[in-house]
């Protein structure tokens, strides 16, 4: 198979599983609806936002780094997926000790828990965003189309099971985490080097401003704060 076969067989794959994916998630959502009240998806959106912000950080823009570098080694990949998932690991323990705080805010508690839980979500982040990348690069998305699909099916009986049980909100945490981890855990085929963080900082130590300094990272961060500012403000003009 040539260049040019293999990027169009790619692509479809690609397509596939966008679709796949959009398809299988939106019968799901019809399903739930129908066996959830309507203000527990508000809830979900609420807790959704506080850990997109923190989901920026955990991007960072460095993956998407290593899909335009011209020849990225093993050492490239091994080093930002340790710098990731150790910085998703300090942002997860900060949402966990501040979710009290945040659940006072929105005078909700029930926030604190669904916070906790569904923050995983970001430690799982640290992992996918990598892997992701070494897929990527050389467009094996063949590979995403199995991992999405199945973390898709998989996560979508375990909320409507949840949910025929009558655990309520909980039905679509789970959904959620288990739809992160399941599509993760098939995207699983970089090497690592546990000696590579340390090696490459040695050798760089500008790298973790660096990332801080990534213009991707600096106009997500930009974006999904305004978003927040946006639903904080909706959410005092509903109390008043």
């Given at each position: 198979?040539?260049?040019?076969?293999?990027?169009?067989?790619?692509?479809?794959?690609?397509?596939?599983?966008?679709?796949?994916?959009?398809?299988?998630?939106?019968?799901?959502?019809?399903?739930?609806?129908?066996?959830?009240?309507?203000?527990?998806?508000?809830?979900?959106?609420?807790?959704?936002?506080?850990?997109?912000?923190?989901?920026?950080?955990?991007?960072?823009?460095?993956?998407?780094?290593?899909?335009?570098?011209?020849?990225?080694?093993?050492?490239?990949?091994?080093?930002?997926?340790?710098?990731?998932?150790?910085?998703?690991?300090?942002?997860?323990?900060?949402?966990?000790?501040?979710?009290?705080?945040?659940?006072?805010?929105?005078?909700?508690?029930?926030?604190?828990?669904?916070?906790?839980?569904?923050?995983?979500?970001?430690?799982?982040?640290?992992?996918?965003?990598?892997?992701?990348?070494?897929?990527?690069?050389?467009?094996?998305?063949?590979?995403?189309?199995?991992?999405?699909?199945?973390?898709t099916l998989f996560s979508g009986a375990v909320g409507?099971?949840?949910?025929?049980?009558?655990?309520?909100?909980?039905?679509?945490?789970?959904?959620?985490?288990?739809?992160?981890?399941?599509?993760?855990?098939?995207?699983?085929?970089?090497?690592?080097?546990?000696?590579?963080?340390?090696?490459?900082?040695?050798?760089?130590?500008?790298?973790?401003?660096?990332?801080?300094?990534?213009?991707?990272?600096?106009?997500?961060?930009?974006?999904?704060?305004?978003?927040?500012?946006?639903?904080?403000?909706?959410?005092?003009?509903?109390?008043?």
């Open positions: 198979m040539d260049n040019r076969q293999r990027v169009v067989s790619n692509l479809i794959w690609r397509f596939m599983e966008r679709c796949g994916a959009q398809l299988v998630s939106f019968a799901v959502s019809v399903v739930l609806a129908r066996l959830l009240e309507p203000e527990l998806y508000g809830t979900i959106a609420l807790v959704t936002v506080i850990t997109s912000i923190l989901l920026v950080f955990a991007d960072s823009g460095m993956a998407n780094a290593l899909i335009q570098k011209k020849d990225p080694d093993d050492l490239d990949f091994s080093s930002v997926f340790f710098f990731n998932l150790i910085f998703c690991i300090v942002l997860y323990a900060g949402l966990y000790f501040a979710s009290p705080l945040l659940a006072k805010l929105y005078k909700a508690q029930e926030l604190t828990a669904i916070l906790r839980v569904l923050g995983l979500t970001i430690v799982v982040a640290g992992i996918k965003n990598v892997q992701q990348a070494y897929v990527s690069k050389p467009m094996q998305f063949k590979r995403f189309f199995f991992a999405t699909l199945g973390g409507i099971t949840m949910a025929l049980m009558g655990y309520g909100i909980w039905a679509l945490v789970a959904k959620e985490l288990v739809n992160v981890t399941v599509n993760t855990a098939g995207g699983l085929h970089l090497e690592l080097d546990a000696d590579a963080l340390a090696q490459s900082i040695g050798e760089n130590p500008g790298l973790p401003v660096t990332i801080i300094q990534n213009q991707t990272f600096i106009q997500n961060l930009a974006n999904n704060y305004y978003f927040a500012q946006t639903l904080v403000n909706n959410q005092q003009f509903t109390q008043l």
